[in-house]
């Protein structure tokens, strides 16, 4: 008797699994998305999603692997335009990223480290590699523009702030500082980067009005 032949994995499927499902787990969190949930949403069978993604933690972690992956592409679009000056490529990125943490809400996190600890891990893997890549081209390039101070240490000051805004982005710290990750990503950003801007740099961010 022959074996039942396996759906093969389908890109266009594929994409709009991860869509659908980043769209619940950024909005309700881990514990709200379910694999029944999901199909029915997609109106597809339970199989089809395990043909794509062997189990919801693997589907959670392609989430943050691609959320990862997009921020790097903004970074890496912006900082090859060299038709731009600096504040503005400064002022793109930073509105961007913003947006992008305000999908990292409390509820998100607090509900990841009590129910998926290994995939909340991930987010700080993000951050380790994600800080170092994208701010250390902010502050290069921002040296090579005049806009940031020369006598700046590029890898101090990344660590500098990788450590921050980690610590900052914790469910315990939002909650004592009662703000929503968003609203702390752009007050922090304006405190980091008015210690490291030039006098020129410094008006540039202003007059640009960059976050």
């Given at each position: 008797?022959?074996?039942?032949?396996?759906?093969?994995?389908?890109?266009?499927?594929?994409?709009?699994?991860?869509?659908?499902?980043?769209?619940?787990?950024f909005?309700?969190?881990?514990?709200?998305?379910?694999?029944?949930?999901?199909?029915?949403?997609?109106?597809?069978?339970?199989?089809?999603?395990?043909?794509?993604?062997?189990?919801?933690?693997?589907?959670?972690?392609?989430?943050?692997?691609?959320?990862?992956?997009?921020?790097?592409?903004?970074?890496?679009?912006?900082?090859?335009?060299?038709?731009?000056?600096?504040?503005?490529?400064?002022?793109?990125?930073?509105?961007?990223?913003?947006?992008?943490?305000?999908?990292?809400?409390?509820?998100?996190?607090?509900?990841?480290?009590?129910?998926?600890?290994?995939?909340?891990?991930?987010?700080?893997?993000?951050?380790?590699?994600?800080?170092?890549?994208v701010?250390?081209?902010?502050?290069?390039?921002?040296?090579?523009?005049?806009?940031?101070?020369?006598?700046?240490?590029?890898?101090l000051?990344?660590?500098?702030?990788?450590?921050?805004?980690?610590?900052?982005?914790?469910?315990?710290?939002?909650?004592?500082?009662?703000?929503?990750?968003?609203?702390?990503?752009?007050?922090?950003?304006?405190?980091?980067?008015?210690?490291?801007?030039?006098?020129?740099?410094?008006?540039?961010?202003?007059?640009?009005?960059?976050?």
């Open positions: 008797m022959a074996k039942p032949i396996n759906p093969a994995p389908d890109s266009t499927t594929r994409a709009r699994i991860v869509a659908t499902a980043r769209h619940h787990l909005t309700f969190g881990y514990s709200a998305l379910t694999m029944d949930e999901l199909a029915r949403e997609l109106g597809v069978s339970k199989k089809t999603l395990y043909v794509h993604f062997r189990s919801k933690n693997k589907l959670a972690e392609t989430i943050l692997d691609d959320f990862s992956a997009e921020v790097r592409a903004l970074a890496d679009g912006l900082f090859a335009d060299r038709a731009q000056p600096f504040a503005t490529k400064f002022r793109a990125l930073g509105e961007a990223m913003v947006q992008r943490f305000s999908r990292l809400t409390p509820h998100m996190l607090r509900d990841l480290q009590r129910f998926a600890p290994k995939i909340y891990t991930k987010i700080d893997e993000m951050r380790r590699k994600n800080i170092p890549y701010f250390g081209q902010v502050i290069r390039e921002g040296q090579a523009a005049g806009a940031v101070r020369a006598d700046i240490d590029p890898q000051a990344i660590e500098f702030w990788r450590f921050a805004i980690t610590n900052l982005m914790q469910p315990e710290a939002l909650e004592r500082l009662g703000m929503s990750t968003d609203q702390v990503f752009r007050k922090a950003i304006n405190l980091f980067f008015a210690g490291l801007l030039t006098s020129t740099g410094r008006k540039e961010y202003e007059k640009h009005n960059v976050l």
